[in-house]
C-alpha cells in the first residue's frame, strides 16, 4: 500500500494519559500535514513538517500537543495528559515538496482518539 | 491568508436529480483549488482540483466543478446523483508555499434520497 499509513486506528484513553499518533508519508512525499476534526465540524490545520523541521505550527494548541517527523521513521503527533475535548479524529496527509509538479495533499484514514 | 466558505452545510437531495454544492473562496494571491469528499468514519479522497487552465475541471463519480474568478468561486456540480453520494464534501485552497498547507471550508453534508 503506497498510499499515507496512520495508526492506530482509533484510541481509547483515560483523561491525564498521553496518545500518541504516528503518520507514514506516501513514498516520495517529504511533507506531513496534520489536521483535527471535531465532531459535527470541518478539518482544522493544526501543523505541517519537513523531516526534522516543523515548517508551519500556527494551529497547534499551545500546550499539551506537538509533533514530530525525525530523521528516520514516521511522523508522531503527541497529545499529553489528555481531556475530554481532545476526543476528534486526526487525520495526517502528505505532499511532495513545493518544487514539484503535484500540489495535492493526500490523506490517510485517520486516528480516532477517545478519551474517557 | 486564505479562507474558505461553504455556504451550505446540508443539502437533501433526491436520487438522480442535479445538485450543487457551492464554495466561495478568499485570498489576495492566486490559489489552487480541490473538493474533497469524505464517507463515514473514512479519510478524505480527492474528487478533483483546479490548478490553472480550462476553468471547468471534471472529477471522479462524475461530478465537475467550475473555477470563476470574478465571483471567487468554485461550485461542485453533479448532474444526476445516486444514494451512494451521500457523505460529507469539502472545499479547499492551497498554494505553494514550499510545502502546501491547505485550508478546509467547514463542509456540506450531501444527503440523497430514494
Known amino acids: 500500500n503506497a498510499g499515507v499509513m496512520q495508526n492506530p486506528r482509533h484510541l481509547v484513553r483515560r483523561r491525564g494519559q498521553e496518545a500518541r499518533l504516528r503518520c507514514s508519508p506516501m513514498?516520495?512525499?517529504?511533507?506531513v500535514y496534520w489536521y483535527r476534526q471535531l465532531p459535527e465540524e470541518g478539518l482544522k490545520f493544526m501543523v505541517y513538517?519537513?523531516?526534522?523541521?516543523?515548517?508551519?505550527e500556527s494551529g497547534m494548541p499551545k500546550e499539551r500537543f506537538s509533533a514530530e517527523f525525525p530523521k528516520e521513521g514516521p511522523s508522531i503527533l503527541r497529545i499529553q495528559q489528555v481531556v475530554r475535548g481532545d476526543s476528534a479524529a486526526y487525520f495526517c496527509a502528505s505532499s511532495p515538496p513545493g518544487g514539484a509538479r503535484e500540489n495535492t495533499i493526500y490523506f490517510g484514514e485517520g486516528s480516532w482518539l477517545t478519551v474517557v | 491568508a486564505q479562507s474558505v466558505t461553504q455556504l451550505d452545510s446540508q443539502v437533501p437531495v433526491f436520487e438522480e436529480a442535479p445538485v450543487e454544492l457551492r464554495c466561495n473562496y478568499s485570498?489576495?494571491?492566486?490559489?489552487?483549488l480541490f473538493w474533497y469528499v469524505q464517507y463515514p468514519n473514512q479519510g478524505l479522497q480527492l474528487l478533483l482540483k483546479y490548478l490553472s487552465g480550462s476553468t471547468l475541471v471534471k472529477g471522479i463519480n462524475g461530478f465537475e466543478a467550475e473555477f470563476n474568478k470574478s465571483q471567487t468561486s468554485f461550485h461542485l456540480r453533479k448532474p444526476s446523483v445516486h444514494i451512494s453520494d451521500t457523505a460529507e464534501y469539502f472545499c479547499a485552497v492551497n498554494r505553494n508555499t514550499g510545502g502546501f498547507k491547505t485550508i478546509f471550508g467547514a463542509g456540506t453534508r450531501l444527503f440523497v434520497k430514494a
Open positions: 513514498k516520495g512525499h517529504s511533507h
Open positions: 513538517l519537513q523531516k526534522e523541521n516543523i515548517i508551519d
Open positions: 485570498s489576495s494571491v492566486s490559489v489552487y
